[in-house]
């Protein structure tokens, strides 16, 4: 199995405020991709890479950004938070060479804003 | 139309039960199937892959129907740690967004002693 973590793994906060959900492997994996998942309903892909300096958006609107400085860390922020960002955050990994379908995830996110 | 559709349930069946799931999906060109399981607050893991010829491991068996663009899973003597959500995941048409795959939205599962 694969090590990836995510931090924190609880978040209340208030509207306005920037967050960083941080995400890291240490597993040398090129792709990765951060998905939403509200209880209850399926994930939606928001932001995916394929390596360092490499970024896109995914299907669902987000008003998030991501980072791919290094290959182990893809941050995920979120510059003014409102309660319609509160949901579960899922953060996954592809081994290099390996087919999509061996996504590992992460523990997730969960935050909620006030 | 969602990529994916499947029955949310939730199933609700006692141990040693025989349970199965179905799900469609819209793109006639999607290349491979998989069941992923999710348990209460944590997050997915693959299941198992599922074939044109069908394929099982263990108590589960997949099945898939290209023609009616269908997929199911089959969970045979239910235990109680087979309690979980389980989402029909699917990988888009060679020549899409590479490494990326559309899930449903679940179907729950409750087996009782």
């Known amino acids: 199995e694969a090590d990836i973590y995510q931090t924190p793994r609880y978040l209340v906060i208030g509207t306005g405020k920037k967050i960083t959900l941080e995400c890291s492997q240490t597993?040398?994996?090129?792709?990765m991709y951060w998905y939403q998942q509200d209880p209850g309903m399926e994930l939606h892909l928001i932001h995916y890479?394929?390596?360092?300096?490499?970024?896109e958006k995914g299907d669902l609107s987000s008003e998030s950004t991501v980072s791919r400085i290094r290959t182990e860390h893809f941050p995920l922020t979120l510059e003014s938070a409102r309660p319609s960002h509160t949901s579960q955050y899922l953060c996954?990994?592809?081994?290099?060479?390996?087919?999509?379908?061996?996504?590992?995830f992460g523990p997730g996110t969960r935050l909620t804003v006030l | 139309r969602k990529e994916v559709e499947q029955d949310p349930g939730p199933f609700n069946v006692p141990e040693g039960a025989t349970v199965a799931f179905n799900c469609t999906y819209s793109?006639?060109?999607?290349?491979?199937f998989f069941w992923y399981r999710q348990d209460c607050r944590k997050e997915p893991k693959l299941l198992m892959s599922?074939?044109?010829s069908g394929n099982e491991d263990g108590r589960f068996t997949a099945q898939l129907n290209r023609a009616s663009q269908y997929i199911s899973l089959l969970i045979r003597d239910s235990k109680l740690s087979d309690s979980a959500t389980y989402l029909c995941?699917?990988?888009?048409?060679?020549?899409?967004?590479?490494?990326?795959?559309?899930f449903g939205r679940g179907t729950q599962l409750t087996v009782w002693p």
């Open positions: 996954a990994s592809v081994p290099a060479g390996g087919p999509s379908d061996t996504q590992y």
């Open positions: 597993m040398g994996h090129d792709k």
């Open positions: 890479s394929y390596g360092v300096n490499s970024t």
């Open positions: 793109n006639s060109a999607s290349q491979s």
């Open positions: 599922v074939y044109s």
């Open positions: 995941v699917v990988n888009p048409p060679r020549g899409s967004t590479l490494g990326r795959l559309y």
